[in-house]
């Protein structure tokens, strides 16, 4: 009897031990899933490749939402991304989202919609470029800034298209430019081109 009881209490210490290593059936729909997204801004190239690193049960993904305007019938699709300069490594979180509004219940394939510009938006993005003192970039929409989104493909998870968006700005209305080193910043625009991206949803 006694001997019964110690293998049932090994048993169950190795059960135990082994739980927490097992992944998450969500953990695992998150591995199985692919999501990227790459563009050229100021003539160096991002991308945003899946990565399979996982944090408890985090998973570095490029996702996409639907939320409802309330006070409208507008629907508001919002795309969600961590890009990086292609080849270099990053030592915080960059911060890039794309928002289309539209009456349409779901996104339609092969058509172009306009992105979203008519709130304060900003992006954190890392930079490549050796003329500029700054590293890293805050970068906002303008008066003049303009984005359109073409969906290429989507099945009502996995969602696909190709984008574009010009006249953003590192200066934001509500506050001066800083300094670098001791020189004043002054205003650059940057323009975003030959964007694609895979996203799934959260």
Same mark, same amino acid.
């Given at each position: 009897?006694?001997?019964?009881?110690?293998?049932?209490?090994?048993?169950?210490?190795?059960?135990?031990?082994?739980?927490?290593?097992?992944?998450?059936?969500?953990?695992?729909?998150?591995?199985?899933?692919?999501?990227?997204?790459?563009?050229?801004?100021?003539?160096?190239?991002?991308?945003?490749?899946?990565?399979?690193?996982?944090?408890?049960?985090?998973?570095?993904?490029?996702?996409?939402?639907?939320?409802?305007?309330?006070?409208?019938?507008?629907?508001?699709?919002?795309?969600?991304?961590?890009?990086?300069?292609?080849g270099k490594a990053c030592d915080f979180t960059e911060i890039f989202s794309l928002?289309?509004?539209?009456?349409?219940? *779901?996104? #339609? /394939?092969? &058509?172009?919609? +306009?992105?979203?510009? !008519?709130?304060?938006?900003?992006?954190?993005?890392?930079?490549?470029?050796?003329?500029?003192?700054?590293?890293?970039?805050?970068?906002?929409?303008?008066?003049?800034?303009?984005?359109?989104?073409?969906?290429?493909?989507?099945?009502?998870?996995?969602?696909?298209?190709?984008?574009?968006?010009?006249?953003?700005?590192?200066?934001?209305?509500?506050?001066?430019?800083?300094?670098?080193?001791? *020189?004043? #910043? /002054?205003? &650059?625009?940057? +323009?975003?081109?030959? !964007?694609?991206?895979?996203?799934?949803?959260?």
């Amino acid at each position: 009897m006694k001997k019964i009881t110690c293998l049932l209490f090994v048993s169950f210490l190795f059960f135990n031990c082994s739980k927490p290593d097992e992944p998450t059936d969500n953990a695992n729909n998150l591995v199985n899933a692919k999501s990227s997204i790459s563009f050229t801004m100021n003539n160096a190239e991002y991308e945003q490749d899946y990565t399979a690193i996982k944090i408890k049960d985090f998973v570095s993904n490029v996702n996409w939402e639907k939320k409802g305007i309330t006070t409208t019938n507008l629907n508001e699709f919002i795309i969600d991304a961590n890009p990086k300069v292609k080849g270099k490594a990053c030592d915080f979180t960059e911060i890039f989202s794309l928002t289309i509004r539209t009456t349409d219940n *779901t996104l #339609i /394939v092969n &058509k172009k919609y +306009n992105l979203y510009t !008519g709130y304060i938006e900003s992006f954190q993005l890392p930079l490549n470029d050796q003329t500029l003192c700054y590293k890293d970039v805050e970068l906002y929409y303008t008066e003049n800034t303009l984005g359109t989104v073409k969906i290429t493909s989507f099945d009502g998870k996995t969602l696909k298209g190709e984008f574009n968006l010009s006249n953003l700005s590192n200066k934001a209305d509500y506050a001066p430019l800083g300094y670098c080193n001791g *020189t004043q #910043i /002054v205003e &650059k625009i940057f +323009n975003i081109t030959n !964007g694609r991206f895979t996203a799934i949803p959260y």
